[in-house]
C-alpha cells in the first residue's frame, strides 16, 4: 500500500471517493457522452446509463454492453467519468484502488487532463498523465505514462511481478506527481520516475519547463473497448468484463509545492517530421 509514501512525503488526504452510496455521485464527477471512434479508433460509445455505470458493493463499475444490430455488426457501450471543475488540482498523491477487466480488446484506465486544455494548446501539448493502463488480453502488466510536446512524445514504465494478475484481484495504483518529477507505484512498490519531459511547438517555441505539468489535472476513469494500441475484441466471443474500482483518494503535501526554481534535464527537444496539430 502506499501508506509508506503518505507518512514518509507529509501528506494530508485533500479529496476521496469509497463509492459507499446508492448511486455515482454527480456532485464529484461528471458523466462523459462520446461516439464510437472518438479517440484511438475505439469501438464503444460512451454513455449515461446506469446499465454501464454504477455502484455495485461500495465500488465504482463501469460495465460494458455488446449490442448486435439488425445488419449483423456488433456495437458496444461504456462509461468513462471525471472529476473536471469539480476536484482538479496541481501536484500531489493520486491513488485508485482497483479491479481490471479480462478479455482481448479491454483497456481500463486511472488517469489525468488539464482541466484547461487549451492553456498550453490541446492534446498533446497540454499533457497528460496515465497513472494505470492494462490490457485486457495481458492483465499482468501496468503502464504508466505521461504524453506532451508537439509533435507528439510520452515517456513510459511497466510493471508486472510473478504471480500479479491485475484482473483477479485488487490493486492500489498511484502516482506522485512534484514539481518536475513523476513517481508511479503498484501497491507501494516504485516502478517507474521521470522527470524529462517538456512543452513545446515546432517554429513556436518552448514554454518554461515544468510545463505543461504545472497546471490543474482532474481525474478521469474509463474503460474502453477495442482500439489502435489495445486490439479489437472477437465479436462473436465477446464477453462482459468489470472494471471495478474500490475508491480515488488524493493526496497533497501539508507544506505546499514551490515549483518556481525547478530545472529541467532533458535536452532540447529535437524535431523530426511533420507538425502535429
Not at 515517456?155 to 518536475?180: C, I, K, M, R
Not at 489535472?217 to 472494471?243: C, E, K, M, R, T
Request: net charge negative; with cysteine.
Amino acid at each position: 500500500m502506499t501508506d509508506d509514501v503518505i507518512s514518509e512525503g507529509g501528506y494530508t488526504l485533500k479529496w476521496q471517493d469509497e463509492f459507499d452510496g446508492e448511486e455515482l455521485n454527480r456532485d464529484d464527477w461528471n458523466v462523459e457522452l462520446h461516439e464510437p471512434g472518438w479517440v484511438n479508433a475505439e469501438l464503444q460509445e460512451y454513455v449515461d446509463s446506469e446499465e454501464n455505470i454504477f455502484i455495485r458493493d461500495g465500488k465504482l463499475v463501469l460495465h460494458p454492453i455488446q449490442t448486435k444490430n439488425e445488419d449483423g455488426t456488433y456495437s458496444y457501450t461504456s462509461g468513462r467519468v471525471n472529476t473536471q471543475n469539480k476536484h482538479d488540482f496541481t501536484y500531489g498523491l493520486f491513488v485508485a484502488r482497483a479491479k481490471v477487466p479480462t478479455g482481448t480488446g479491454y483497456l481500463p484506465a486511472f488517469w489525468m487532463m488539464p482541466q484547461d486544455e487549451n492553456l498550453y494548446g490541446q492534446w498533446p501539448r497540454c499533457g497528460e498523465i496515465d497513472i494505470m493502463e492494462v490490457h485486457g488480453s495481458d492483465t499482468s502488466t501496468t503502464y504508466g505514462t505521461v504524453h506532451y510536446g508537439n509533435p507528439h512524445n510520452q515517456n513510459q514504465g511497466t510493471y508486472a511481478a510473478d504471480g500479479v494478475d491485475f484482473a483477479s484481484d485488487f490493486h492500489e495504483f498511484a502516482v506522485e506527481w512534484l514539481p518536475g518529477e513523476l513517481i508511479w507505484y503498484v501497491d507501494g512498490v516504485e516502478f517507474y520516475r521521470t522527470s524529462e519531459w517538456y512543452s513545446a511547438t515546432e517554429g513556436q517555441g518552448t514554454i518554461t519547463y515544468p510545463a505543461p505539468f504545472d497546471q490543474p489535472f482532474h481525474v478521469i476513469l474509463n474503460l474502453a473497448v477495442g482500439g489502435s494500441w489495445v486490439g479489437y475484441p472477437d465479436d462473436a466471443a465477446f464477453q462482459s468484463s468489470d472494471y471495478e474500482i474500490d475508491y480515488v483518494r488524493i493526496y497533497q503535501k501539508e507544506e505546499g509545492y514551490d515549483d518556481s526554481n525547478v530545472q529541467s534535464p532533458a535536452k532540447e527537444p529535437v524535431f523530426d517530421g511533420e507538425l502535429e496539430i
